[in-house]
């Protein structure tokens, strides 16, 4: 007797065990291929004129075109979500490639920028390297980016367009982010023309808190926001020295405001759980309007 129920309980335990998995993986496939989840947030800045029109930035990261979740056909309809939005500029904050073990497949540098150049901006698109692009092979990948006139890369560098003005900086993760250069740059930006919206772009959220505190808006990725998170909210894994402080989501600090965006694609393992896809919109109007 003892022995059969014993069997029922082995039985019960693996069939709610096999339910939870089935579960788990239908999850698992849905938060990883999932289209993007627009998220929104207004911010107000001295760089626009009282009684100017809003402008609207779109901020995309960690593509990490790669196979399987990631093929560049599915990169065409985020381009075509994207555009449906009508932003005045497109900002991406690197890591367009995945080189994981564990992809299905590898695109060339060709394959993978071709659809970003059907991006559509008032202002363009302004892209900043990420570790995983140096990885892979950032000056290929540059070199197809530099075909699309609409685009502009930023490495440690500074530009002024439209309204806009911004700092982009290299790949803090690896080392290369020279922020100390890039903030002088902008700084003598401020003596030329007109008020501007101030931005810095890092693919590592880690750089926020020495970024200036002219700053109005601060775009960065590179943590996924865990990509594998806790249902209750955290995750494993920051990829940030600061833990869950940047990791993910909107931040403010001495007036500058960080947007942390859980990215498009997958690193090292083609899954997401418990994280989406996220376009980031980000409205910027005039103080007091």
């Known amino acids: 007797m003892m022995a059969l129920l014993k069997n029922r309980w082995v039985r019960a335990i693996a069939l709610v065990s096999l339910i939870v998995g089935i579960i788990v993986i239908a999850k698992a496939w849905y938060d990883t291929m999932r289209d993007p ?135 803090d993760y690896t080392g290369r982010a020279d922020l100390m250069s890039t903030a002088r740059d902008m700084s003598a930006l401020y003596k030329v023309g007109q008020a501007r919206v101030n931005i810095w772009l890092s693919h590592s959220p880690d750089v926020f808190p020495s970024i200036p505190v002219s700053a109005d808006l601060v775009l960065a990725g590179h943590t996924h926001c865990g990509q594998i998170a806790y249902p209750w909210g955290g995750s494993p894994a920051t990829m940030s020295d600061y833990g869950e402080t940047y990791a993910c989501g909107v931040k403010e600090l001495h007036g500058k405001t960080l947007v942390t965006g859980a990215g498009l694609g997958t690193s090292l393992l083609p899954v997401r759980l418990f994280t989406q896809p996220e376009i980031w919109v980000v409205e910027v109007r005039g103080v007091g309007r």
């Open 37 to 171: 989840v627009v998220q929104r947030l207004v911010i107000e800045s001295e760089g626009l004129p009282a009684g100017s029109e809003p402008v609207t930035i779109a901020f995309l990261t960690d593509i990490h075109v790669a196979g399987p979740d990631m093929p560049p056909s599915r990169l065409e309809r985020i381009v075509a979500q994207v555009n449906a939005l009508e932003p005045d500029l497109v900002a991406i904050t690197g890591d367009l490639v995945s080189e994981k073990r564990t992809a299905t497949h590898i695109y060339s540098a060709e394959e993978i920028v071709t659809p970003l150049g059907g991006l559509e901006a008032t202002h363009g698109v302004v892209v900043v390297p990420g570790n995983h692009d140096h990885w892979y092979d950032w000056p290929a990948l540059s070199a197809e980016l530099a075909k699309h006139p609409g685009i502009t890369v930023l490495e440690n560098a500074v530009a002024t367009i439209g309204p806009f003005r911004i700092a982009g900086l290299d790949d």
